[in-house]
């Protein structure tokens, strides 16, 4: 069963956003670079696994299919779309995955680089992707010495956002890709999840098993939606969070976030609030009119 990225926001605690120092880890960075090269790579037969390898290693050959494959990547980052360059959702992107000793640099790189797109036509070359990338590597000193850390991370918070509008064209993964994506995430939890618990929470089962709510938990304390100690959801950043996915529905999203944190107030077990609050969301966001497509097993 394929389903739009939008619904992986829903699938891991209604969209996390990862709060710490630390910023995901290279695991989990490669793990969502590898979805998104597995998405766009086949939409390009003339770019070979080789070229792609290259092109992550900061090595960008300059041609109509690589230049499309970039694209393809870019946008499903949203760090580009129709041809443009999309600084300000790259900037506050960054500002919630990358370490702090990154983000100086990078931010340097892409202020020198908001107008590379400029005048460039999309069509039928691609052109605009293959000049910011390159812009962006010629500016941003650590930005090979990472294997373009700066792409994993977009992609990583594209898929974990599933930030897509609901008018774009939404590629399509399946739920083994999914859970592909969320199992590095469960390494330090307790108890650990077994694959059969994340794709419960992937399928947001309301009667899903205490390990699956667990897991949930876990997510929702790392990225700090739901601190350590704490039995509701942070209510800024979970606004963020909605924000980024729906900008035009902050009054609602707000009400929905305060009116699940205060019905699930008496609930003592942090893996049962982690789970009602979310399903509360789900249910609460739906009613409103959210945009958000039923996922079927």
Known sequence: ??????????????????????????????????????????????????????IRNGNIPNSKDSNCYINCILEMMQAIKKGKFQVEATLKQLDILLPDSYKEEYRKGISLCKDSTVGLKNAPNCDPA??????????????SNRMTNLLLALACTALLLGSV???DEEPSMTVDEVVELIEPFGDGCTPKPLREHIVEMVLNKEDAKHETKCFRHCMLEQFELMPEGQLQFNEDKTLEMVNMMFPDREDDGRRIVKSCNEQLKAEKDKCEAAHGIAMCMLREMRASGFKIPDLKE
Not at 42 to 52: D, F, S
Not at 130 to 143: D, M
């Open 1 to 54: 069963m394929k389903f739009p990225l939008l619904l992986i926001c829903v699938a891991i605690s209604m969209g996390l956003l990862p709060g710490s120092e630390a910023g995901v880890t290279e695991e989990q960075m490669r793990s969502a670079g590898k979805l998104t090269r597995d998405v766009c790579l086949p939409k390009y037969p003339k770019v070979t696994e080789e070229i792609a390898d290259n």
């Open 130 to 143: 293959y000049a910011l990338l390159s812009c962006l590597k010629t500016n941003i000193k650590v930005f």
């Open 165 to 167: 509008a609901a008018d």
